[in-house]
């Protein structure tokens, strides 16, 4: 028997977590026992800024990584994820992310050192607020809110006072007014608690994109048997399909949660729509660019994502990819 250890910086009851339980019973049952996944949670293990460069060393065999959020190393990642206007549904995401990677080994080389097991995507974000109602873009100026890099530039263009940090952060950030808000998705109401100390909901519809969330040290990797590989390749849109499934219930989820605590839903109109989605495609063309100052040809990742996007939610790689 070969035992992996596996980290999140997530309590086991959350939706992550669940998915990720899925994935281990599966790897489990289908190498018949030849592999067994011992499970650290709540960041006892692994952080969350560091986890690339932790799995990277050995520190855990496999585990819940955050590119989107490293302090280095990962431009392309962290950028590609704003070139997702048009991919709402997560299988969408996934599959947008594929021809991305494919398209540009950059985002190999930054991944370098580990193997990827599952790539995930995510509902649609909103805007939750602590204090202030938000009823249209006007009303963010000024606001101080947490965003992920692809919005920063956004939200900036609108007035608001934005700021990136780890999502495990924020409800202590808001809870202390350091910051007003968050760009964040309904099932956030109940799977990190928002609900507790926010009253307003904004349903501006948020571009989402996927990034690689679950990897194993390339090391490690290398050690096991060809089945055992076979197992966790095999394992791989397993945990996707996992993380989707408990993704869309956690919003369900999230909706009562705010419900019960009288969280207020406020509409975006459709031309707070449109000109949300115009200064996202701007600025996502404006960050591609930016990536030559680090060497990378930016503009051309993000026309590989504007060409593979066929219509809404209709991903083609196209040939050559």
Same mark, same amino acid.
């Given at each position: /028997?070969?035992?992996?250890?596996?980290?999140?910086?997530?309590?086991?009851?959350?939706?992550?977590?669940?998915?990720?339980?899925?994935?281990?019973?599966?790897?489990?049952?289908?190498?018949?026992?030849?592999?067994?996944?011992?499970?650290?949670?709540?960041?006892?293990?692994?952080?969350?800024?560091?986890? /690339?460069?932790?799995?990277?060393?050995?520190?855990?065999?496999?585990?819940?990584?955050?590119?989107?959020?490293?302090?280095?190393?990962?431009?392309?990642?962290?950028?590609?994820?704003?070139?997702?206007?048009? !991919?709402?549904?997560?299988?969408?995401?996934?599959?947008?992310?594929?021809?991305?990677?494919?398209?540009?080994?950059?985002?190999?080389?930054?991944?370098?050192?580990?193997?990827?097991?599952?790539?995930?995507?995510?509902?649609?974000?909103?805007?939750?607020?602590?204090?202030?109602?938000?009823? @249209?873009?006007?009303?963010?100026?000024?606001?101080?809110?947490?965003?992920?890099?692809?919005?920063?530039?956004?939200?900036? @263009?609108?007035?608001?006072?934005?700021?990136? /940090?780890?999502?495990?952060?924020?409800?202590?950030?808001?809870?202390?007014?350091?910051?007003?808000?968050?760009?964040?998705?309904?099932?956030?109401?109940?799977?990190?608690?928002?609900?507790?100390?926010?009253?307003?909901?904004?349903?501006?519809?948020?571009?989402?994109?996927?990034?690689?969330?679950?990897? /194993?040290?390339?090391?490690?990797?290398?050690?096991?048997? !060809?089945?055992?590989?076979?197992?966790?390749?095999?394992?791989?849109?397993?945990?996707?399909?996992?993380?989707?499934?408990?993704?869309?219930?956690?919003?369900?989820?999230?909706?009562?949660?705010?419900?019960?605590?009288?969280?207020?839903?406020?509409?975006?109109?459709?031309?707070?729509?449109?000109?949300?989605? !115009?200064?996202?495609?701007?600025?996502?063309?404006?960050?591609?660019?930016?990536?030559?100052?680090?060497?990378?040809?930016?503009?051309?990742?993000?026309?590989?994502?504007?060409?593979?996007?066929?219509?809404?939610?209709?991903?083609?790689?196209?040939?050559?990819?």
């Amino acid at each position: /028997m070969t035992e992996l250890v596996f980290a999140s910086p997530y309590s086991p009851n959350h939706p992550f977590s669940k998915a990720d339980q899925e994935w281990m019973a599966f790897v489990e049952k289908r190498s018949e026992g030849r592999l067994k996944i011992k499970p650290v949670w709540s960041g006892a293990l692994l952080s969350s800024d560091m986890s /690339m460069e932790e799995l990277r060393h050995g520190v855990a065999d496999i585990g819940l990584i955050t590119p989107i959020y490293v302090r280095g190393g990962t431009h392309l990642i962290r950028i590609q994820s704003g070139f997702y206007q048009g !991919a709402d549904s997560v299988e969408s995401q996934v599959a947008l992310y594929r021809c991305i990677d494919a398209a540009n080994p950059q985002v190999g080389r930054e991944l370098a050192g580990l193997k990827v097991l599952a790539v995930q995507g995510g509902t649609l974000p909103g805007l939750i607020t602590v204090n202030r109602p938000v009823r @249209s873009l006007a009303d963010i100026k000024g606001l101080r809110i947490r965003a992920p890099t692809e919005l920063l530039s956004v939200l900036d @263009s609108l007035g608001a006072d934005p700021v990136n /940090m780890p999502m495990g952060e924020v409800y202590s950030a808001m809870a202390k007014g350091v910051i007003d808000g968050v760009i964040a998705p309904e099932d956030t109401f109940k799977s990190l608690h928002f609900a507790e100390i926010s009253k307003h909901f904004y349903q501006i519809a948020v571009p989402r994109g996927a990034y690689p969330a679950r990897a /194993m040290s390339a090391k490690r990797w290398n050690t096991l048997a !060809a089945q055992d590989r076979a197992v966790l390749e095999e394992g791989i849109a397993v945990w996707e399909a996992a993380l989707a499934r408990q993704v869309r219930a956690a919003v369900d989820k999230g909706k009562d949660e705010a419900a019960a605590y009288k969280v207020t839903f406020n509409p975006a109109t459709t031309a707070d729509q449109q000109r949300f989605d !115009a200064i996202y495609l701007r600025d996502s063309q404006a960050n591609a660019r930016g990536l030559s100052a680090f060497g990378i040809d930016g503009e051309a990742a993000f026309q590989s994502a504007r060409t593979a996007v066929q219509g809404r939610d209709r991903i083609s790689c196209g040939s050559g990819t």
